[in-house]
Structures are given as C-alpha cells and as structure tokens.
C-alpha cells in the first residue's frame, strides 16, 4: 500500500480535492471495499454535479456500488447497486436511482431495475427482468439515453422453462 495524511490533489497548482487520509493497494489483491475517485459533471436540466461512490466487496459472492450525488439544480440524489452469486447457476443484479428534486418543478423520484437468473432442479430455467419507475416525468430528467427518455413505456418480465428431451415448456408472465 501507499499511504499518505494530509493529501491535496491538485490541478495545475489549485487544490481540488483534500483528504486527511489516502491509501491505495500496490498489491494483487482482486477486490478491496473503499470509496472510488469522485466525480463532477454538467448537465443543461440538472446543473453542476458532483458524485461519491463506496464500493463494498461484501463478501466473495456478493458486492455493492453506494453512490451519493448532488445536483447544483435539483437536488441530492443516490443509487444502489448490487450483485451477487448465491449459488453456481443462480445470479442477481438490482440497479436503483432515487431524486429529492427541490426544483420548482418537483420532477423527483425513483428508478428500480431488477435482473435474475437460475437454473432449477430437474432442467428447469427461471429468468426475471423486472422494470419499475415512478414517473414518466422523472425519467425525462434524471435517465440517460434518448431511448430511455422518450419512451413512456416500462416493461417487465418473468420467464420460466423446461427443457426435455423430446419438448420444452415455457411460461411467460
């Protein structure tokens, strides 16, 4: 590891960022929680942003991205990911976004998206893709994409099937 106390980054010589303690692995070790190098952006809709986030390796299975950002137009907002292998043939993935928009407009909400698979007993698949938005409007503000924006349209899936050696059965909800 190299370790400092009292670290300033800086950009041609104006201080940027400033931590008390720094620390980062030299060595080969494949996951490591910490927080990750911050962020800032500008957007037209939502104004100058800066952004966090806390990578958390949970454990060898499962892990988790805990990101905070703030708006200079809207607001604070956050997501939450995470992943995990609970078993050799099962996975999931859960995405969320959330917005307190303390613009006149109160365009704020949330964005959930949920994905699983696993294979079950006896030649059994399950599959889910599952959607969820509070609002059209928020998704005009906050998403990314023009695909993502302009559609009104959230779907979400489960799939099941079985697969045998002269047939299959299939569910689709």
């Known amino acids: ?3 400092g106390k009292n670290v300033v980054f800086r950009f041609q010589n104006v201080p940027l960022f400033y931590f008390p303690r720094f620390s980062v692995p030299t060595g080969t070790r494949e996951r490591s929680s910490g927080f990750l190098i911050p962020s800032t952006a500008k957007s037209t809709l939502k104004g100058r942003s800066i952004s966090e986030t806390f990578y958390w390796a949970i454990n060898r299975s499962y892990d988790a991205f805990l990101t ?6 809207r607001g604070p ?3 939450i990911e995470v992943r995990g292998f609970p078993g050799p043939s099962t996975t999931f ?3 969320t976004f959330f917005a307190i928009d303390r613009s006149e407009a109160h365009q704020g909400g949330y964005r959930a998206h949920i994905r ?6 006896k030649d059994w698949r399950a599959l889910t893709d599952v959607d969820i938005t509070s609002d059209f ?8 994409g023009f695909n993502v924006i302009s559609s009104p349209i959230v779907q979400s899936m489960g ?5 045998g050696s002269r047939s299959s059965l299939n569910f689709l909800y």
């Open 1 to 3: 590891r190299v370790a």
């Open 68 to 73: 905070g950002e703030y708006f200079s137009e």
């Open 77 to 79: 907002a956050g997501s």
């Open 93 to 95: 993935e859960v995405n």
């Open 116 to 121: 699983g698979s696993s294979v079950l007993a």
């Open 137 to 144: 409007m928020f998704r005009q503000v906050y998403e990314e």
């Open 159 to 163: 799939f099941m099937s079985h697969s």
